[in-house]
């Protein structure tokens, strides 16, 4: 059994800074691309940034300049540094993993149970 487990959320003024972190926890042997999404209120499900195993990223367009996505595949955790923020970044951010690999099976696209985040202006 493996489990995406999301910190780092929390109410922040506009113009403020939060780091979220995601550990992915079990008997894991290689993780593939990780990644941040979010989902505000009556919206649907956005992807904010991604960063495969040998480090290259994605950002949304919104998110560019602002947001920083890095990884420590020795602790099978992803991070997600996020400045300058603004109210439209208010959503509850989810950590996912497109491919996870460990002694006894393969999971894909899996998602932890998400974290809040509210950006006050």
């Known amino acids: 059994q493996v489990q995406l487990v999301e910190s780092g959320g929390g109410l922040v003024q506009a113009g403020g800074s939060l780091r979220l972190s995601c550990i992915a926890s079990?008997?894991?042997?290689?993780?593939?691309?990780m990644g941040w999404y979010r989902q505000a209120p009556g919206k649907q499900r956005e992807l904010v940034a991604t960063?495969?195993?040998?480090?290259?990223?994605n950002y949304a367009d919104s998110v560019k300049g602002r947001f920083t996505v890095s990884r420590d595949n020795a602790k099978n955790t992803v991070y997600l540094q996020m400045n300058s923020l603004k109210p439209e970044d208010t959503a509850v951010y989810y950590c996912?993993?497109?491919?996870?690999?460990?002694?006894?099976?393969?999971?894909?696209?899996?998602w932890g149970r998400g974290t809040q985040v509210t950006v006050s202006s």
């Open positions: 960063i495969t195993s040998g480090g290259s990223t």
């Open positions: 996912n993993v497109d491919r996870l690999t460990t002694s006894r099976t393969y999971y894909y696209n899996q």
């Open positions: 079990g008997s894991i042997f290689s993780i593939g691309t």
